[in-house]
């Protein structure tokens, strides 16, 4: 098995993490196009096509040959818990067929493991709260790229280009959800809401953007946004950002983009702002009759205390805590146990 050191694009992700600085202007927009491009072509074999033609919001791999499947909260510009996913050894049970040590970015690489995010990649929370603060006030004193808000950056931008990087390696392997935080514009339109949360990151994040990249890149950037899908289908689970504040038809999933309410209702919802039932409903409808007996809804957006928290009968499992790494493990045919199968990523 090659080592970080032997294999080209973990090393490109060590150095990547290692130099932790603001991408070249150059280099940030021709990968958000080459991410872009991959992301407006998926093949329609597990991201099928709206009834315009595009491809859909829904990830579908129920058709497909299943594979062991992991699930990444949040990132919220932690670079390092990416870096420690693409690290992290599987256990053996996860992956049989795979020799011990096999490590995500193998799994990857030999195409035996499907990987998905669930959104979020800007916007550190609060372990950097002290330095929204001080992004701001540089801000209100006319300095929108200041020292604090050039050091989020330098976090969020390096992660946003990992998984770039990793979107266009692994195209049909590795997979990015829209949440309510992939909003580089701070727009008010399809499902989108300014964020502002410790102080005015949205407002924060776009002028650093505008005065640091300008247009261009904002635009290419927000390309690759409206293209990420909003939700995620596997014979044992269904993922999206956020719980779904409705019950929704597979075939609304996949036109969900045309509606602003069904965008904000897969990456806004509140904890216990969910119509009861709704989940089951999408489980019935997406993966069949039954399907609520062995399957489990996972998201993130909503800090938990703990590994997770559980609402829906059981049905809905949310993994985000911002204080662990975390990845659920998800194995074909496989009941999800939220007490086993949710993992660190941590190196003893």
Excluded at 235 to 241: Q, R, T, V
């Amino acid at each position: 098995m090659k080592t970080a050191a032997e294999d080209p694009f973990s090393s490109k992700m060590h150095t990547l993490y290692a130099h932790q600085q603001l991408p070249e202007h150059n280099d940030l927009f021709r990968l958000a196009d080459r991410t872009a491009d991959v992301l407006e072509n998926e093949d329609s074999s597990y991201r099928p096509y709206t009834d315009a033609g595009f491809p859909g919001a829904l990830l579908d791999f129920t058709r497909l040959l299943p594979l062991p499947l992991i699930v990444v909260p949040d990132l919220h510009a932690r670079d390092y818990f990416l870096l420690n996913v693409l690290d992290f050894c599987l256990p053996p049970s996860f992956i049989p067929a795979v020799p011990a040590g096999c490590t995500v970015l193998t799994a990857l690489e030999q195409g035996t493991v499907r990987v998905v995010c669930v959104g979020d990649v800007l916007h550190a929370e609060r372990r950097a709260q002290e330095r929204w603060y001080h992004a701001l006030a540089e801000l209100e004193n006319g300095d929108p790229a200041g020292e604090a808000i050039t050091e989020e950056m330098e976090e969020g931008l390096t992660l946003f280009s990992m998984i770039m990087e990793c979107k266009c390696r692994f195209p049909a392997h590795f997979h990015l959800l829209k949440g309510n935080h992939e909003n580089i514009l701070n727009r008010r339109k399809g499902g989108d809401y300014p964020f502002r949360k410790f102080a005015a990151e949205g407002t924060q994040v776009r002028a650093f953007m505008d005065a640091k990249y300008g247009n261009d890149v904002l635009h290419v950037i927000s390309c690759v946004e409206d293209a990420l899908p909003l939700a995620a289908a596997f014979p044992d689970c269904l993922i999206s950002h956020a719980e779904p504040r409705r019950a929704f038809t597979r075939r609304q999933l996949i036109n969900a983009r045309s509606s602003s309410e069904a965008v904000a209702s897969l990456i806004w919802t509140e904890n216990d702002a969910a119509e009861e039932g709704g989940v089951k409903a999408i489980m019935e409808q997406v993966l069949g009759p039954g399907a609520s007996s062995h399957a489990v809804y996972l998201a993130g957006h909503r800090p938990v205390l703990g590994n997770y928290a559980v609402r829906q009968n059981g049905l809905f499992i949310q993994i985000h805590n911002t204080e662990l790494q975390n990845i659920a493990l998800v194995t074909p045919g496989k009941k999800f146990d939220p007490e086993q199968d949710i993992v660190s990523v941590v190196q003893d």
